[in-house]
């Protein structure tokens, strides 16, 4: 029994900092590659309303629906491909999956890898047909999918009228607002990821200071406190008020690049806060994390990352991931 307690759940956290006007910066391409998220919370220090500019993207996200039971093989079909994969970017999520044991499962690979939008998998090609085959007769599989779309044209194609054979349902993220006062908050400085004795605190500290505040832990404790000893990282300063909005839903990668643009507007003009922090969760049941990364979500099911947005336009990145997962980028 020892032994298994010793072997702790390995989890990964990477930081690393830029600025926004670098041209080698990288904030975009690791947004773009975080697919299947469903939480963005902001935080903006020393602000009693969150930005209208933020508040309308958030309220913009676009809609996602659940469609129950249908069949994998739908997905392939031609028209499905040319109207929802060809013309923009799909992304799917499927729930309640149930796949017999028989004698050729075990023969199977673990992920199959079907590229839908190469120009030859087509109806008549030998690979088409020998997927369409193993999905609509040898092993027919039926799954729930949330589904959101984001065209790349323009043109709006509703995926609930195309499922209409189909219990579809449309839904849209919410969006709730908190205003936190006399809270504690560490000191950054924005070139200092590791922090600088006696003068800011590292970016890891930071990461735990936010998780606890934005989870409304109280991070005043006492050293005989029964529940928890955690205090605020030092050196720090008391905020008279702090912004915290959540935003809820299955948001995609074009979403929060917007939302990311909408803060770096933020301090064009004067403002108090020093630095604005986004933190984006993926889903815990993920099948990928970063890119085509498969992701483990046996034992814990971590996957996020947060940007530190400072006013003169540093960042700081950190990702996150738990056990069987692979690296971020």
């Not at 299947?36 to 933020?54: A, D, T």
């Not at 839903?249 to 933020?266: A, H, K, S």
């Amino acid at each position: 029994m020892l032994q298994n307690l010793e072997k702790c759940a390995r989890h990964l956290l990477v930081s690393e900092k830029s600025n926004l006007r670098n041209i080698k910066s990288r904030h975009r391409k690791h947004v773009e590659s975080h697919h299947f998220n469903y939480q963005v919370s902001i935080l903006i220090p020393e602000c009693g309303l969150m930005p209208p500019g933020v508040t309308a993207v958030c309220r913009t996200l676009g809609d996602y629906y659940l469609v129950k039971q249908l069949q994998l093989h739908e997905m392939l079909e031609p028209e499905f491909i040319n109207k929802f994969v060809r013309k923009g970017f799909l992304y799917v999520l499927s729930y309640n999956t149930r796949i017999d044991q028989d004698n050729c499962i075990a023969l199977l690979p673990t992920d199959v890898t079907v590229h839908l939008r190469d120009a030859t998998f087509v109806p008549g090609d030998k690979r088409y047909n020998r997927v369409m085959w193993a999905l609509k007769e040898k092993k027919p599989l039926t799954f729930d999918f949330l589904m959101t779309w984001h065209p790349s044209d323009g043109e709006e194609t509703s995926l609930k009228s195309y499922f209409m054979g189909y219990e579809c349902k449309r839904y849209q993220p919410t969006l709730s607002t908190r205003i936190l006062n006399n809270i504690d908050c560490p000191v950054l400085l924005s070139k200092e990821l590791k922090g600088k004795d006696n003068e800011s605190c590292s970016s890891q500290e930071f990461l735990e200071w936010l998780g606890a505040v934005s989870s409304d832990i109280d991070c005043n404790n006492q050293a005989d406190n029964f529940l928890s000893t955690y205090c605020c990282p030092w050196p720090s300063t008391v905020l008279d008020k702090a912004c915290l909005c959540t935003v809820s839903g299955f948001i995609i990668p074009e979403g929060i690049n917007l939302i990311v643009d909408q803060l770096r507007q933020y301090f064009e003009e004067p403002k108090l806060a020093q630095w604005v922090s986004m933190t984006v969760h993926g889903f815990a049941d993920s099948p990928v994390s970063w890119g085509e990364s498969e992701h483990g979500y046996h034992k814990g099911g971590e996957n996020l990352y947060n940007f530190v947005l400072f006013r003169n336009q540093d960042y700081w990145l950190h990702m996150a991931v738990g056990t069987h997962s692979g690296c971020p980028p």
